[in-house]
């Protein structure tokens, strides 16, 4: 692997591992979002308001790949509460992308673990342990789409709020 090439494998591992997302490519070569199915879950939650929870990550997950496979920074913006640093971060690198002129064309995370902490009406605090099982760049000069190496499992503490009826993520934390 080239040194560019690492450095952006390295920089998207960094920046998709904040918080998981699964982004898909159809067989005719388009990007799709989709949540990736856990191949198991750890700690599987225990009542319906605790798998809510989780929908309610995944779905976000879900717009989350959409707008990093567009290379959208609006969409991906709206994603976090304002003045989240998670944000800015997962913004950041998404300008980094596009100014090599790449972007993520395949990606699944994983998720291994799933516990909630705190559930209100407007608050969802989990910790979750996910891997970033597939991912490969795509863009201007790469003829065929370049594997990105696999990501060990990592846990996080993940903040969202509903924001005007919208779940919106505040913070991410190791």
Do not use: F
């Not at 090439?5 to 989709?34: F, M, P, W």
């Amino acid at each position: 692997m080239t040194r560019p090439t690492a450095l952006l494998a390295v920089l998207v591992l960094v920046t998709l591992g904040a918080v998981g997302c699964g982004i898909g490519c159809g067989s005719d070569g388009s990007v799709q979002a989709r949540a990736a199915a856990p191949a198991r879950v750890a700690a599987a939650p225990a009542g319906h308001r605790e798998a809510e929870a989780v929908e309610v990550l995944r779905d976000w997950d879900v717009r989350r790949a959409d707008a990093w496979s567009r290379g959208d920074e609006v969409a991906l913006r709206a994603l976090y509460v304002d003045r989240s640093t998670a944000g800015r971060r997962d913004v950041a690198m998404l300008r980094a992308w596009a100014r090599r002129g790449l972007r993520v064309g395949v990606m699944r995370m994983q998720l291994l673990a799933a516990h909630v902490r705190v559930q209100t009406g407007d608050r969802i605090v989990l910790v979750v342990t996910d891997r970033l099982v597939g991912a490969v760049a795509v863009g201007r000069g790469v003829r065929v789409p370049l594997p990105l190496p696999r990501d060990a499992a990592s846990t996080r503490t993940v903040t969202l709020r509903r924001v005007v009826g919208e779940w919106r993520v505040s913070a991410v934390r190791p």
